[in-house]
């Protein structure tokens, strides 16, 4: 058989067009195959996000169907559509395909609906307040693979969080509101004792459950990262020296709570990780920023003071120079808006320094009692281009802005301004021309001026919007606008 050298030149061209053809068919051969592999068709859809492709999807083939089905099933899952199965076992078939399940209040009322259904894959389940939401008819969401649980309220019990705690061994977000007085401090303890993996645990309206032994012991988890205790727990000075004892909140990274300020101050240097937090104040308070600022990673403050409190610009300022990360500030009291804590050592001046140290910062919120004036404003909106929600309070009158200058606020979507002094009368639509050239992107506006004005205002940015188009109700649109009328 001759060499290759020795065969004439085409010859070996033709040999090497006959293995490029087989070539490309081998690989059109390859593609095709891929295409029938559920994992490809798979990794395919999961970039698909609309549901309209996904539905073409349905139509493609058995294969594609199967897989499109799933997709729109494991995240996108309608009780609805659930239920209208009269077919049993269709009915499971989709079942299994959820990871993912929410139910509104009116929604509730189906769990024993489905009861006879198994959620083999379901990874999360959140449902709002219902008396429906009692524990006997909520076992069937108890799976292996749940991870977070939330229930804004109904009758769950000890009993039930022990078969939590069975069922769910992967089990690392709870919410849980208002049990109905059915959850105990020994039942809850026993849980937390039993589920080391969970690390986003919130109470809100679990009056009595949540005791300093519970606190102690949520203290002393080395993996809690996110901790909400809405209800009628108060860190109190007299636990600070027992919580000490322990090696606290290591990797505490979010907290909401009610505290006594001293014994927040006190806690304060065990957070140094925290990232959040909103802190409501019992009792009178100054310096308390002071001690917030220990916490350098916080991106995120809502601080509620009681009524008497002092906040000092100093105690602003070293907030301001250590959380450079910050994105969200909120300072006021549990009345809205608030004219007893005290804020009217700040001047603009001050406003302007925190603007500088904080360009990126999005909501800012300053609803203390305060002598700001638009200069205050005007720093902000220079400063802060990313701002999207402000209150602010002072002697602060808009009409001094011109149209002729650059817009301040970009990005802004909603502006409170309270004025503690009597502002001149002034016509909505000039207030609104000057508000459309400055906040562009303005949804919602409100002042303690005139609350007629703020409706007016209101009104016209949904007309702006294209709410009226609609043919909405003008009671409705009201709804819209903020309205917190000053005292």
Not at 205 to 211: E, H, L, P, S
Not at 224 to 247: A, T, V
Not at 262 to 287: C, G, I, N, V, W
Not at 422 to 429: E, T, Y
Request: negative net charge; aromatic residues 6%.
């Amino acid at each position: 058989m001759p060499s290759l050298l020795s065969c004439p030149l085409q010859d070996c061209i033709g040999v090497h067009s006959i293995y490029l053809a087989d070539l490309h068919e081998i690989m059109l051969s390859a593609e095709t195959q891929a295409l029938k592999l559920p994992e490809i068709v798979a990794a395919i859809l999961s970039h698909l996000e609309d549901v309209p492709s996904l539905y073409v999807c349905l139509r493609l083939s058995k294969l594609w169907a199967e897989e499109a089905s799933t997709c729109l099933w494991r995240d996108r899952s309608s009780l609805q559509a659930l239920l209208a199965l009269q077919n049993r076992n269709r009915r499971q078939y989709y079942a299994n395909k959820i990871k993912v399940l929410y139910f509104a209040s009116d929604e509730c009322k189906n769990h024993r609906a489905l009861s006879t259904l198994q959620f083999p894959r379901l990874a999360a389940i959140t449902m709002d307040a219902s008396d429906d939401n009692a524990d006997t008819d909520l076992l069937q969401y108890l799976q292996p693979r749940l991870t977070r649980f939330e229930c804004y309220g109904g009758p769950i019990s000890d009993d039930f969080l022990m078969q939590l705690h069975a069922q769910c061994p992967r089990l690392d977000t709870v919410l849980i509101d208002n049990p109905r007085n059915q959850i105990t401090p020994s039942g809850l303890l026993r849980f937390l004792s039993s589920t080391p993996l969970i690390s986003d645990f919130c109470t809100w309206g679990m009056d009595g459950a949540v005791t300093d032994e519970v606190v102690l012991h949520l203290a002393d988890r080395p993996l809690l990262k996110k901790l909400s205790l809405r209800n009628e727990f108060i860190f109190r000075r007299s636990l600070i020296p027992r919580i000490e004892e322990l090696s606290p909140f290591q990797q505490l990274i979010m907290l909401e709570c009610k505290a006594e300020w001293q014994a927040f101050r006190e806690l304060s240097p065990h957070l140094t990780k925290l990232e959040m937090l909103q802190l409501e104040l019992l009792d009178p308070s100054y310096k308390i920023l002071s001690a917030i600022s220990r916490c350098v990673n916080l991106t995120k403050i809502e601080v509620e003071f009681a009524s008497g409190s002092l906040c000092l610009p100093a105690d602003l300022m070293m907030v301001v120079e250590k959380c450079k990360q910050l994105r969200h500030l909120e300072l006021g009291g549990i009345i809205e808006p608030t004219m007893d804590v005290d804020g009217r050592s700040f001047i603009d001046e001050h406003i302007k320094t925190l603007a500088l140290s904080l360009p990126y910062l999005q909501i800012f919120n300053f609803n203390l009692r305060s002598s700001l004036t638009m200069k205050a404003l005007q720093y902000l909106g220079r400063h802060c281009v990313n701002l999207k929600y402000c209150l602010i309070t002072g002697s602060i009158d808009i009409l001094v802005l011109s149209e002729t200058d650059s817009p301040l606020f970009p990005c802004l979507e909603s502006l409170e301004i309270y004025s503690l002094i009597d502002s001149k009368p002034s016509p909505a639509r000039r207030i609104l021309t000057i508000l459309h050239h400055h906040v562009p992107l303005l949804e919602t506006f409100a002042s303690g001026s005139d609350h007629r004005i703020d409706s007016t205002i209101g009104l016209l940015l949904a007309e702006r919007r294209g709410d009226l188009a609609q043919d909405l109700d003008p009671q409705e649109l009201l709804t819209k606008v903020i309205y917190n009328p000053v005292p």
